[in-house]
Nanobody, 125 residues
Framework: QVQLVESGGGLAQAGASLTLSCSVSGDTSCITTVGWYRQPPGKQREPVAAIPEGGTPEYAPAVKGRFTMSRDNAKSTVFLQMNSLKPEDTAVYYC???????????????????WGQGTQVTVSS
């Protein structure tokens, strides 16, 4: 089983910066892509950024140029550096880890993906 625990959320003013962390523990041998999602108040969850194993980060258009995602495999931690925050960045931010679909299909991994419990980010104008 894999556990994801986010931290680093909080209250920030527009234009400020915050860094979110996601600690990944347990059997991570099946994990390929890790990513960040967010759910603004009253809206559906949406992708923010993701890094495939051995690949480069991809970003949603709304955050590209302001957010930077990084992955420290040695420490099993992923980060989301958020700069130039805007009120519309207010949301609960979730960490996500995706298992190799082929290995899931063959029964070598227990489930398709994992989610953290989320961390609140509130940006005031």
């Amino acid at each position: 089983q894999v556990q994801l625990v986010e931290s680093g959320g909080g209250l920030a003013q527009a234009g400020a910066s915050l860094t979110l962390s996601c600690s990944v523990s347990g059997d991570t041998s099946c994990i390929t892509t890790v990513g960040w999602y967010r759910q603004p108040p009253g809206k559906q969850r949406e992708p923010v950024a993701a890094i495939p194993e051995g690949g480069t980060p991809e970003y949603a258009p709304a955050v590209k140029g302001r957010f930077t995602m990084s992955r420290d495999n040695a420490k099993s931690t992923v980060f989301l550096q958020m700069n130039s925050l805007k009120p519309e960045d207010t949301a609960v931010y979730y960490c996500n880890a995706i298992n190799d679909p082929a290995r899931v299909a063959r029964g070598f991994c227990d489930q398709p993906d994992y989610w953290g419990q989320g961390t609140q980010v509130t940006v005031s104008s």
